[in-house]
């Protein structure tokens, strides 16, 4: 059953499909990722999972494009999102 | 469905162009003129209302930049001949705008409520002129034309989660399809690149090209900061964050994503014809109406809309595609929907593949099958006005 999306061949982030559960493999519609990409934490529905190590400092790519930095080291199957990725752009003043 | 069809049936017009319709656009010049206008309409099948509601007490640049995007909807190679309807005293110069639609290749008519004696007669003379104009154009007979003479418009409009993971990137899949034939999309909605301009100033072509989007964008930040609004201030939104939306990048390319992933080739101003093959940005707001109405005055002869909560608004002179990326909205507005790009969330289906569907579906409109919004009968108009009413 096909529970991530990986929107652009050069993404280095996948988008849950439905709300994964630890220890869930993530199987896309192009075929389950060899080796196997397990997720390490809840990512839910609409959220982004790591498909390879980032390393701190390094571009995520979403829709073949920077969507911003990661600001730790980040595994495969981890959970990417405001904790541990940074907008080059700028962020929202709150 | 085969992504390497590369013609559809188009009328071929005497200047070249291509068109996938045959219509009267009837336009009124101005506020006072849209009843009459819209009588005519109704009573012709194949007359369409082109409903501006301006041309009086307005800025001169208002009038000017109006009467030169009605003029193009005139001259619109889905257009086969155009009715003005004037009321007599408007501020906009209805004759130059005849004038200005008589350069094309179609005739037009100008219509005076008030030279003609009151708004009966100028319906009666409107429907008569209007039949005269359709059955002159029977003759015309589709033929096989490139899909390079395409210009399509890119919308996206009632966004929600899906939007952003199926229908726009589906969409940037369909646009990279038909830039690889040789054809022109328009990206618009300057408000929503936020964010992510400096991604797609990359892609541009030449520096002239990257510096003109930056410069667009300022000066729209510049405009709205001083009405007092803040346009990145404030993104992403908290409800975005919630959504799994992390950066004002990732926000923004969401939405222009609709482009795909083909060079930056141009910048146009609002209304402006592309000139040069594949991927132009067209300065709009981010109000559908306003935007696509600018994108088939630039000549787009279909505009295709991803919606994931349903938008069922078309435009007067050209099929405007719906696609929705919620199985839910699907089901529930089928009516108002052409391509249900919910397969791509439920995991049954590539980007790829319904970028190919959609592909399939607008070269099938082009040939003359009818949109859902078509056979609804929606013609939304409107036009940017940037001065004020006085």
Not at chain 1, 38 to 49: D, M, T, W, Y
Not at chain 1, 76 to 93: D, F, I, M, Q, T
Not at chain 2, 197 to 217: D, F, G, N, S, Y
Request: aromatic residues 4%; charged residues 20%; negative net charge.
């Amino acid at each position: 059953m096909t529970n991530a999306l990986k929107i652009h061949p050069q993404d280095n982030v996948a988008v849950a499909l439905r709300d994964l559960a630890p220890g869930d493999a993530l199987e896309m519609a192009e075929g389950t990722p060899q080796p196997p990409i397990i997720a390490q934490e809840a990512i839910p529905f609409g959220h982004k999972v790591a498909l390879t190590p980032i390393a701190n400092g390094a571009t995520v790519i979403k829709y073949g494009e920077s969507i911003g930095l990661a600001t730790t080291d980040i595994q495969p199957g981890e959970h990417v999102h405001v904790h541990n990725l940074r907008s080059v752009r700028g962020a929202a003043k709150r | 469905m085969n992504p390497t069809q590369n013609t559809f049936q188009g009328y071929r017009r005497q200047d070249g162009r291509v068109g996938v319709r045959n219509l009267v656009a009837v336009i009124s010049s101005c506020g006072c003129a849209l009843h009459a206008a819209s009588m005519i309409a109704s009573q012709v099948d194949g007359a369409m209302l082109v409903s501006y509601d301006g041309g009086c007490s307005q800025t001169e640049a208002d009038v000017r930049a109006a009467t030169r995007l009605l003029a193009r909807y005139g001259r619109h190679p889905n257009v086969i001949g155009s009715l003005v309807i004037s009321l007599g005293c408007e501020t906009l110069n209805a004759s130059t705008l005849a004038e200005e639609i008589a350069q094309g290749p179609a005739p037009t008519e100008l219509l005076v409520i008030q030279q003609l004696g009151g708004t009966r007669r100028t319906v009666e003379k409107g429907v008569a002129l209007a039949r005269q104009m359709l059955q002159q154009a029977e003759g015309w007979q589709r033929e096989p034309c490139p899909v390079s003479e395409l210009t399509i418009g890119l919308e996206c409009g009632g966004s929600d989660a899906t939007s952003g993971m199926a229908s726009n990137p589906a969409l940037g899949a369909f646009s990279d399809l038909i830039v690889a034939q040789g054809g022109k999309v328009i990206l618009s909605e300057t408000s929503e690149l936020f964010g992510a301009e400096h991604i797609l100033a990359r892609r541009a072509t030449t520096p002239e090209v990257a510096q003109r989007l930056m410069e667009t964008m300022r000066d729209v930040e510049v405009f709205l900061k001083a009405t007092g609004e803040d346009l990145m201030g404030k993104q992403p939104t908290p409800g975005n964050v919630l959504g799994g939306i992390s950066t004002v990048e990732e926000k923004a390319l969401g939405d222009i994503l609709k482009g795909g992933t083909t060079p930056l080739v141009d910048v146009l101003a609002y209304g402006e014809p592309p000139t040069r093959p594949g991927l132009s940005f067209m300065d709009t707001p981010g109000n559908d109406l306003a935007s696509v109405s600018a994108m088939v005055a630039a000549g787009s002869q279909i505009v295709v809309f991803t919606t994931g909560r349903g938008n069922p608004m078309g435009n007067p002179i050209a099929p405007v595609i719906k696609v929705t990326g919620n199985a839910q909205t699907y089901a529930n507005m089928q009516e108002d929907m052409d391509i249900d790009a919910s397969p791509i969330v439920a995991g049954r289906e590539t980007i790829a593949q319904v970028g190919e569907r959609i592909y399939g579906f607008c070269l099938r409109v082009a040939d003359g099958v009818p949109t859902a919004a078509e056979q609804l009968d929606h013609a939304e108009f409107a036009l940017v006005r940037l001065g004020p009413i006085y």
